[in-house]
């Protein structure tokens, strides 16, 4: 008995057109949402190193103030921090700014956050108007 041209078609083993298509959206639907939640992972984690960075630099002017003396918070250096390098942005190396003049009495060190919460608000500073996407911490004594 002889086969038919369509008969044998149906048999064929393989994936249809439809078939490759819907898998392809769903693995672009799922790379699209990976994108997307590592990006945040991203952020979060630039902004917890500029919290811990700007407590550090906050923490080594509290450590080198000098009592009773006309300037009392002086410049930092290197060599005032653990790791013997002096902390800057994750995302651009840039220098965090520390408002006030230093050596002096007062001063106030703040970065610039990426998601728009989990800040302080610096209102008074000239240095990061606002509320919330900016962490500061300034002189203790």
Do not use: H, W
């Not at 610039?112 to 606002?130: K, M, Q, V």
């Amino acid at each position: 008995m002889k086969k038919s041209a369509l008969s044998e078609r149906s048999k064929s083993k393989g994936f249809t057109l439809v078939e490759l298509m819907v898998v392809v959206s769903i693995i672009a639907i799922l790379s699209v949402i990976g994108i997307v939640v590592f990006t945040g992972v991203q952020k979060n984690a630039r902004d917890a190193k500029r919290r811990a960075d700007i407590d550090a630099i906050s923490t080594a002017m509290e450590k080198n103030y000098v009592s009773g003396s006309s300037n009392p918070y002086v410049v930092l250096t290197p060599s005032d921090f653990s790791d013997g390098k002096k902390p800057v942005d994750p995302q651009t190396s840039a220098d965090y700014p520390i408002t006030g003049t230093l050596p002096g009495q007062t001063y106030v060190v703040c970065a610039t956050l990426e998601n728009l919460t989990g800040g302080n608000s610096t209102s008074g500073t000239s240095i990061a108007p606002g509320a919330g996407r900016y962490f500061c911490r300034q002189n203790q004594q």
